[in-house]
Nanobody
Framework: QVLLVESGGDLVQPGGSLRLSCTTS????????MNWYRQAPGKQRELVAA???????NYADSVKGRFTISRDNAKNTVYLQMNSLNSGDTAVYSC??????????????WGQGTQVTVSS
């Protein structure tokens, strides 16, 4: 019943831009922190950007100044605008919805991921 679906992944040239979208259903979207993660071949999954229900944002150092996360609570959707892309950004990007249920435990829902490839 809970569903997160990403879209917007593509093959782009270095220096190009791309906007990812993640639409959700089955959750009380406004109270969830929304995150974008990425995983490149042979590497661990890393947190790229986060936005709280109140609109506070955080970014990985590697994408600061280039990526922007935003949300539209009326559409139950989170976005990731990616500019000045380089080969290091090539990865599968996944959407995550997170809600704290205890001091040490979070409830997480995940999308299926969308491929971003930066190549000339």
């Amino acid at each position: 019943q809970v569903l997160l679906v990403e879209s917007g992944g593509d093959l782009v040239q270095p220096g190009g831009s791309l906007r990812l979208s993640c639409t959700t259903s089955g959750i009380n979207f406004p109270i969830y922190t929304m995150n974008w993660y990425r995983q490149a071949p042979g590497k661990q999954r890393e947190l790229v950007a986060a936005i709280t229900g109140g609109g506070t944002t955080n970014y990985a150092d590697s994408v600061k100044g280039r990526f922007t996360i935003s949300r539209d609570n009326a559409k139950n959707t989170v976005y990731l605008q990616m500019n000045s892309l380089n080969s290091g950004d090539t990865a599968v990007y996944s959407c995550n919805a997170q809600r704290r249920i205890s001091a040490a435990t979070n409830l997480n829902y995940w999308g299926q991921g969308t491929q971003v490839t930066v190549s000339s």
